[in-house]
């Protein structure tokens, strides 16, 4: 958590993982992956359901892994508590949802890494005014509720813009993006200035997928120039 924005980081998303052998798929990407994404969908913010505080829970007991938990929710205020007990580390609401003001004050209450998030089609105005209170920034490049989706290009005009504003600004806000995250797309988001990557057909649906964290990790690094 005290690692310096610029840093790159990797972070699996257990969206494409094997639910039923969960702790094996999570075993594989230890290892080398900086974070576990943990995708909550609510069936009404997105049309989808995947999974709570409990499951949280238990993955918390099963690695030591960073839990970045993307809250795809309407109601995020009535679980925040709730993903915190559990044990997440990182907390993403979405900027559509209302009531950011007192989301954001209630996770920086309950200890959590405060994150926003913004889909695809909402304009950057609608982040801008939060940068300066969040610890992560997560850009969508997909619209969120399945993983395997196609990378939307369109987004990346935003996120460099977003990046932008973040090293403009004095907080060392972390720009996380999500969605057709993959060894062909990652450059460009990290040249956009994005520095965390999601990824989850890319990594579980690969055969060995700690090594494609760490030819996500390569690819991503080259595109920002970081010495090897
Ligand atoms: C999409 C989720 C993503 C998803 C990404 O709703 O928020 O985190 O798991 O999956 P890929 O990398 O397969 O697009
Ligand atoms: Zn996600």
């Known amino acids: ?3 310096p924005a610029d840093r790159v980081r990797i972070a699996p998303s257990i969206l494409s993982a094997d639910f039923a052998a969960l702790g094996e798929a999570i075993a594989r990407v230890e290892p080398v992956a900086d974070l576990l994404h943990v995708d ?8 989808n359901l995947t999974i709570g505080p409990p499951v949280v829970a238990a993955i918390e007991r099963h690695t030591p892994l960073t839990l970045d938990c993307h809250l795809m929710m309407t109601n995020p205020g009535d679980f925040l508590d709730a993903f915190a007990r559990a044990g ?3 907390v993403s609401v979405h900027v559509e949802v209302d009531g950011t003001a007192d989301l ?3 996770m920086r209450g309950l200890g959590l890494g ?3 998030a913004i889909n695809p089609e909402t304009p950057y105005e609608a982040i801008e005014p939060w940068l300066g209170r969040l610890d992560h920034v997560l850009v969508m ?3 969120p509720g399945f993983g395997g989706q196609a990378f939307m290009g369109e987004v990346v005009p935003k996120l460099a813009r977003i990046a932008d504003a973040v090293a403009a600004g004095d907080r060392p806000v972390v720009v996380e993006v999500d969605g057709g995250i993959d060894v062909h797309t990652i450059g460009q988001v990290a040249a956009a200035g994005a520095r965390c990557f999601v990824a989850g057909k890319a990594v579980f649906g690969a055969p060995d997928p700690a090594a494609a964290v760490s030819d996500l990790r390569r690819a991503a690094e080259a595109a920002v120039g970081v010495p090897r």
């Open 88 to 90: 997440a580390d990182w």
């Open 141 to 143: 490049t997909v619209h």
């Open 114 to 116: 405060v994150g926003l």
């Open 1 to 3: 958590m005290t690692l």
């Open 104 to 106: 954001l004050a209630e």
């Open 40 to 47: 909550v969908m609510d069936g009404h913010f997105v049309p």
